[in-house]
């Protein structure tokens, strides 16, 4: 079983950065693809960065591409997003995900575990 924590969510201006955190408890986060969604007011959630167990293989949704990392620390049992040149439309709750595949993580039910999500707001 494994729990999920977001943290380093906040009000950010246009053109800013955040960086956003998901802690996992247990002894095999290493074989979990970690996987983020976001879901702005109004909007369907959908798929933002997914990163291997490894960390050598990632993908981004087009949306976010150049501008969002992806990363992960094994060690510490935690996968990072880390987000640059945000934008008002990046405003959401962001939800990081861990499923036992290394594919079709993207959607949301694929997954196996959920975190309760952290809120993104970036004023224009």
């Known amino acids: 079983q494994v729990q999920l924590v977001e943290s380093g969510g906040g009000l950010v201006q246009a053109g800013g950065s955040l960086r956003l955190s998901c802690a996992a408890s247990?002894?095999?986060?290493?074989?979990?693809?970690m996987t983020w969604f976001r879901q702005g007011p109004g909007k369907e959630r959908e798929f933002v960065a997914a990163?291997?167990?490894?960390?050598?293989?990632?993908n981004y949704a087009d949306s976010v591409k150049g501008r969002f990392t992806i990363s992960r620390d094994n060690a510490k049992n935690t996968v990072y997003l880390q987000m640059n040149s945000l934008k008002p439309e990046d405003t959401a709750v962001y939800t990081c995900?861990?499923?036992?595949?290394?594919?079709?993580?993207?959607?949301?039910?694929?997954?196996?575990?959920w975190g309760q999500g952290t809120q993104v707001t970036v004023s224009s």
């Open positions: 995900a861990a499923a036992w595949g290394n594919s079709g993580t993207r959607q949301w039910a694929r997954n196996d575990y």
């Open positions: 247990g002894r095999t986060f290493s074989t979990y693809t």
């Open positions: 990163i291997s167990g490894s960390g050598t293989s990632t």
